[in-house]
């Protein structure tokens, strides 16, 4: 039992570590626009540091960065609805796991595939 479950822990441990990658790569974005967002608001509105450096800061910047990484996630999805209605992107059956094909002239090529990285699934890419 215990080695069946490894196993299947080990296929599925590839696809959870680039969602992951996917969501921290996010969340590190939105952490480097809020802290140049501190930074400005330091200098030219010259608010003391202290004021950053709060429990009640830290706090209000997790939630932002939490609200960051789902609206990211949503901008992502909705552009991939969209491609599969304008069928620039389409699943294809390969095996066990489903892919998606996303094709190169595609305009919102960059958002959905974000969101085929943040849901786990393979990408392939035509043309036409």
């Known amino acids: 039992m215990l080695i069946s479950d490894a196993r299947s822990l080990e296929k599925r441990l ?3 570590l680039r969602v992951l990658r996917a969501h921290i790569r996010i969340a590190c974005l939105a952490a480097m626009v809020l802290q140049m967002t501190v930074l400005v608001a330091m200098i030219l509105f010259r608010i003391p540091e202290e004021r950053f450096t709060s429990n009640n800061f830290c706090g209000v910047a997790v939630l932002l960065l ?10 992502a999805h909705v ?7 304008r069928n620039d992107a389409m699943f294809t059956a390969d095996g066990n796991s489903p892919a998606v094909s996303i094709s190169a002239a595609c305009p919102l ?12 699934l393979r ?6």
């Open 123 to 128: 990408r392939d890419t035509f043309c036409r």
């Open 79 to 85: 552009a991939f609805n969209a491609a599969l209605e």
């Open 14 to 16: 590839p696809r959870l």
């Open 109 to 120: 090529r960059a958002l959905v595939v974000l969101h085929v990285q943040l849901t786990g």
């Open 66 to 75: 939490i609200c960051a990484v789902a609206a990211v996630r949503q901008a």
